[in-house]
């Protein structure tokens, strides 16, 4: 309307001046004198800066829109940028160019949304973002979304706070003009939304203007589309940016996957943050998988202990749940905190899932493929066992995990993989709360494979067939490691680092030979701590121990380990111990007089 008001004025201003210089008035704007050109377009350009301030200002109010309304204001506080923060700059772009793709599928209401695993920095993508597009919008909301009901808290001025004040209290609404904020006088809540439900102050808050800016709403950590539904903008000229660890939201809009730093990136927010540099920052990227949040918490930790980023890596290495879980002033409760609201959901949900993860979470990381779940499935309980065997119920259990982004699988969804640091979070809550079902079944799983079900023999053939071109060996490995510190679970643990060294002992390759000495060492020292030394099951790992030192020309070492073996044997009853140790006084005395030609008479 300003517009065409502005145009008649001009027209008439036109006119007026031509009429006064004498000219005729036919076509008014043909006859115009060379000084009356200016003043036309004086006209104009007022008319049009009339107009922009018009939408500056927000254009014609509406009916029932409150005035604190009616000047471009953010809703709502987004988090703070955290200093040092690497910028995204190519997610922004994407995220930029997201809402022109929208555009030309005729979308009015355009939806992205940014997903990615607890802790990957998909807040802080979406409040630069937010922050960055300022002068794009009208209007900027910022709604968090984690469970449906804090949004009615942060919406509904009616609503009681936990410690009794108001919602009319603590509802923030920074009006700003221009550049400078400007504090509403309303106590952050309009007058006009008083008595109104949660979804009708959305409503009011988004009602769309007359003009023809657009405006923004962010969804901070939305479960699901269905979860904000209600809450969606009214209008067309809205643009609506979700976060949340749930991938499926291309039913909605376009969808971007955040995904943790990579190399290059975390060594350089590493030197930004507290000046770690070269080998040592690579390493702390590897040991925290590249994940914003944690490279943060540790930057914090070495500058609040006043230690250096080697040690730090020392103390992970020792106590990594401990190290993970320790509070910074910087960084909150913890990185384990994040992944721990995830799992209370899942927990929440689908008491399978839950148990599923649990027992993934001692598993090696990486492409955990379902068919090495379903060999040692017999050795699970059986309401578990079903959530396994039974493809249906395994896929919805997955799923489950995948809407938290606590897992990621293929595009058939026969493997999974985790990060590293939700295991470390999920392992590190199930021991602390006393639960070791989910380290047991893993052991079970991994035992009933490898046969442990005879126990372990001192086979000279050994059992090298367990593990020629097995992918699935860090598995093995990784869930000894992590469940020989489970006081219950120590001994059994001992058995699978026993039963892969001996797989590794008589194989051709050097290169997988010498890996037998260090896991027998380790088996060994546990069964000495918990068995104590004369015990079958230290016998058979001095003897193969000694047999692999043997094999790879480490002589002396060897020999030893031998002598110890004899000398335990002495000691107990082989018959009694077992038809796997029937034969080992014979084995032993072969093996002494093939290997000890020349050596001390005491072996």
């Known amino acids: 309307m300003l517009v065409i008001l502005g145009s008649v004025l001009a027209a008439g201003t036109a006119i007026a001046i031509n009429v006064a210089t004498g000219g005729s008035v036919p076509h008014p704007f043909d006859q115009l004198s060379g000084w009356a050109w200016p003043a036309v377009g004086l006209a104009t350009v007022l008319t049009a800066a009339i107009a922009l301030l018009q939408r500056e200002e927000g254009g014609p109010p509406t009916t029932s829109a409150p005035a604190v309304l009616k000047k471009r204001l953010q809703f709502g506080r987004a988090p703070a940028l955290t200093p040092h923060l690497v910028p995204r700059n190519e997610m922004i772009k994407s995220i930029q160019r997201g809402w022109t793709k929208s555009l030309s599928r005729g979308r009015t209401i355009r939806v992205q949304a940014i997903y990615g695993m607890p802790g990957v920095g998909k807040t802080q993508l979406a409040a630069a973002y937010f922050s960055k597009s300022r002068f ?101 000229l809205w643009d609506v940016l979700v976060t949340s660890r749930n991938p499926a939201w291309s039913v909605a809009g376009t969808s971007h996957e955040v995904l943790p730093f990579d190399q290059s990136e975390a060594v350089r927010f590493l030197e930004h943050r507290s000046s770690i540099r070269g080998n040592t920052a690579e390493k702390i990227w590897s040991e925290l998988g590249g994940l914003p949040l944690g490279l943060e918490q540790a930057a914090a930790f070495i500058e609040e202990a006043g230690i250096t980023a080697e040690k730090y890596l020392a103390l992970l290495a020792v106590n990594r749940d401990r190290v993970l879980n320790a509070p910074v002033s910087s960084g909150g409760a913890g990185v384990a905190a994040s992944f721990m609201i995830a799992y209370e959901r899942v927990l929440s949900e689908s008491a399978e899932a839950a148990q599923l993860l649990g027992m993934l979470s001692y598993f090696s990381p990486d492409s955990i493929d379902r068919n090495l779940l379903l060999q040692g499935s017999l050795a699970l309980p059986a309401d578990f066992r079903d959530t396994v065997q039974d493809e249906l119920r395994y896929v919805q259990a997955i799923t489950k995990l995948r809407k938290y ?17 939700t295991q470390a979070a999920i392992r590190s809550h199930l021991e602390g709360v006393g639960n070791d079902s989910s380290a047991r079944w893993a052991q079970d799983v991994i035992s009933r494979i490898l046969g442990l079900a005879y126990g372990p023999t001192p086979n000279t053939n050994g059992g090298g067939s367990l593990i020629a071109g097995n992918r699935h060996v860090p598995h093995y490995l990784a869930v000894a490691d992590n469940t020989a510190h489970v006081e219950n679970l120590q001994e059994s643990a001992a058995d699978i680092l026993y039963r892969l060294g001996w797989a590794f002992e008589p194989m051709a390759d050097p290169k997988f030979r010498s890996l037998a000495p260090p896991l027998l060492k380790r088996a060994l020292a546990i069964f000495k701590g918990k068995l104590g030394g004369a015990h079958p099951k230290v016998l058979a790992t001095l003897t193969n121990l000694s047999f692999a030192l043997i094999d790879l020309g480490k002589h002396d070492d060897g020999y030893q380990y031998l002598q110890d073996a004899i000398k335990i044997a002495d000691q107990i009853d082989l018959n009694e111990a077992g038809d796997g140790f029937t034969g080992l006084l014979q084995i032993l005395e072969e093996k002494r007089d093939r290997g000890c030609r020349g050596c001390d008479e005491d072996i």
């Open 136 to 236: 794009r919008y009208a209007k900027r909301i910022w709604i968090s979304a984690e469970y449906p009901e804090s949004i009615d808290r942060q919406l509904s001025p009616d609503q009681e706070g936990a410690e009794g004040e108001s919602s009319k209290t603590r509802i923030a609404v920074s009006v700003t003009a221009g550049q400078r904020p400007v504090r509403s006088n309303l106590n952050g809540v309009p007058d006009t939304t008083q008595g109104r439900s949660a979804a009708e102050v959305f409503d009011v808050i988004s009602r769309p203007r007359h003009f023809r800016w657009r405006s923004l709403v962010v969804f901070d950590n939305a479960v699901t589309l269905e979860s904000i539904r209600e809450y969606l903008p009214v209008g067309r």
């Open 405 to 421: 982004s606590l897992v990621f699988s293929n595009a058939n969804g026969e493997e999974v993989r985790l990060h590293r640091l």
